[in-house]
């Protein structure tokens, strides 16, 4: 079974700045993996598919990269609406998430 | 626009069997697979299992032996039942559909849109 695991548990940033998740996984998925972005008292939204492909109206700050082990979710200029919590996944795995909170 | 919309009841004694309905609106049924995942409270998510519309059922193995997936094609609806709640399994549970991609003989996915969740607490 694949593990994923997210870094850092919490980021700390100011609105404007640029924000950079990592998730690796515990062997090659290939580029087959997907981020959500989770707010207080709501559902998981997907923002990226298949590593790099941003979501119908996903906003182009959100962008994807990696492949193999090693994935990126890169906010290039965090807005307030974007501190939440960030989860990958890969089949029916998710990673543990990573906090984005306003410093 | 495909909206997932579910119910059920929120509050169950241990021992008893949970139950949670999702239904699908404005867009096709067929052609996807449909999740349940649930995320316990301040925790992470977890999948649970997916079903087609031709009823194929694949389950998450550590809850397969108390998990039932259903669904009914004339509604647009799938359903989940939990047998033995404790309060292990007090949750916020999700329905999703599920999009799966399979490119020579590796299978991808991703759960997009989500339900809007269901609170279930399991307390004496």
């Known amino acids: 079974e694949i593990v994923l695991t997210q870094s850092p548990a919490t980021l700390s940033l100011s609105p404007g700045e640029r924000a950079t998740l990592s998730c690796r996984a515990s062997q090659s998925v290939s580029s087959y993996l997907a981020w959500y972005q989770q707010k207080p008292g709501q559902a998981p939204r997907l923002l990226i598919y298949?590593?790099?492909n941003r979501a119908t109206g996903i906003p182009a700050r959100f962008s994807g990269s990696g492949s193999g082990t090693d994935f990126t979710l890169t906010i290039s200029s965090l807005e307030p609406e974007d501190f939440a919590v960030y989860y990958c996944?890969?089949?029916?795995?998710f990673g543990q998430g990573t906090r984005l909170e306003i410093k | 626009q495909v909206q997932l919309q579910q119910w059920g009841a929120g509050l169950l004694k241990p021992s008893e069997t949970l139950s949670l309905t999702c239904a699908v609106y404005?867009?096709?049924?067929?052609?996807?697979?449909w999740s349940w995942i649930r995320q316990p409270p301040g925790k992470g998510l977890e999948w649970i299992g997916e079903i087609n519309h031709s009823g194929s059922t694949n389950y998450n193995p550590s809850l397969k032996s108390r998990v039932t997936i259903s669904v009914d094609t004339s509604k647009n609806q799938f359903s989940l039942k939990l047998s033995s709640v404790t309060a292990a399994d007090t949750a916020v549970y999700y329905c999703?559909?599920?999009?799966?991609?399979?490119?020579?003989?590796?299978?991808?996915?991703?759960?997009?849109?989500w339900g809007q969740g269901t609170l279930v607490t399991v307390s004496s």
């Open positions: 996944q890969q089949r029916f795995t």
């Open positions: 999703a559909r599920e999009r799966i991609v399979v490119v020579v003989a590796a299978t991808h996915n991703w759960f997009d849109p």
């Open positions: 298949d590593a790099s």
């Open positions: 404005g867009g096709s049924f067929s052609g996807y697979y």
